[in-house]
């Protein structure tokens, strides 16, 4: 089975500062791994994912993510935040199967980022 | 394409109430699920399909029955509303497409109906 730990539910950053929501999976098979933001009464909206290709995954909006396999991480990272920023954003593991099964995906607890003027 | 929909956006029960949460998608997707989203314990998925007339169980079914005649239908049925099921509701589509390796199951999700049990 297929875990997400997200660190700090709560981030607040000056506008123009790093941005980085950290993420931790556990999985028992190298996983694909996912950052999806939410702005307020709003749907998911994919920000990137991993696959299995490269291990530095470009999204929208500017943000990034590595894939970390020695720490088990998957953080996502801006260097300079900006006010539109502000959302929830969270990370989810899914197991790369194949044929007719279903890669279910497993989210973690969600972290808040406040972008302060 | 209008995406993942889904109707009501709001809706607001008593106990023992039963109602269906409908979710229609136009992307020809074969993977249809159902999630709920409550505060600090992100989504958890309550149903999935992997095609028409296939459903099976997430991890939090109970309360909650599913169907799939159609590819682009996928509701969620309510049959006795308790306040334990006031939460937000999102459904989602997924497709499966041919990677080294595997698949991707990048998924779409829908607005969200926001449902209260009194």
């Known amino acids: 089975a297929q875990s997400v730990t997200q660190l700090g539910s709560h981030v607040s950053v000056s506008e123009g500062a790093l941005v980085l929501l950290r993420c931790n999976y556990s999985?028992?098979?190298?996983?694909?791994l996912f950052w999806y933001v939410q702005y307020p009464n709003q749907g998911l909206q994919l920000l990137l994912k991993y696959t299995s290709a490269a291990t530095l995954v470009k999204g929208i909006n500017g943000f990034e993510a590595e894939f970390k396999k020695s720490e088990t991480s998957f953080h996502l990272t801006k260097p300079s935040a900006h006010m539109s920023d502000a959302a929830e954003y969270f990370c989810a593991v899914s197991l790369p199967t194949g044929g007719t099964s279903y890669g279910k995906l497993t989210f973690g607890q969600g972290t808040i980022l406040t972008v302060h003027p | 394409n209008a995406g993942v929909t889904q109707t009501p956006k709001f809706q607001v029960l008593k106990t023992g109430q039963s109602m269906t949460l409908q979710c229609a998608q136009d992307?020809?997707?074969?993977?249809m699920s159902w999630y709920r989203q409550d505060p600090g314990m992100g989504l958890r998925l309550i149903h999935y399909s992997v095609g028409a007339g296939i459903t099976d169980q997430g991890e939090v079914p109970n309360g909650y029955n599913v169907s799939r005649s159609t590819t682009e239908d996928f509701p969620l049925r309510l049959l006795s509303a308790a306040p334990s099921q006031t939460s937000v509701y999102f459904c989602?589509?997924?497709?499966?497409?041919?990677?080294?390796?595997?698949?991707?199951?990048?998924?779409?999700f829908g607005p969200g109906t926001r449902l209260t049990v009194t």
């Open positions: 999985s028992s098979v190298p996983p694909y």
């Open positions: 989602a589509s997924s497709y499966s497409r041919g990677t080294s390796g595997g698949r991707s199951y990048e998924q779409y």
């Open positions: 992307m020809n997707h074969e993977y």
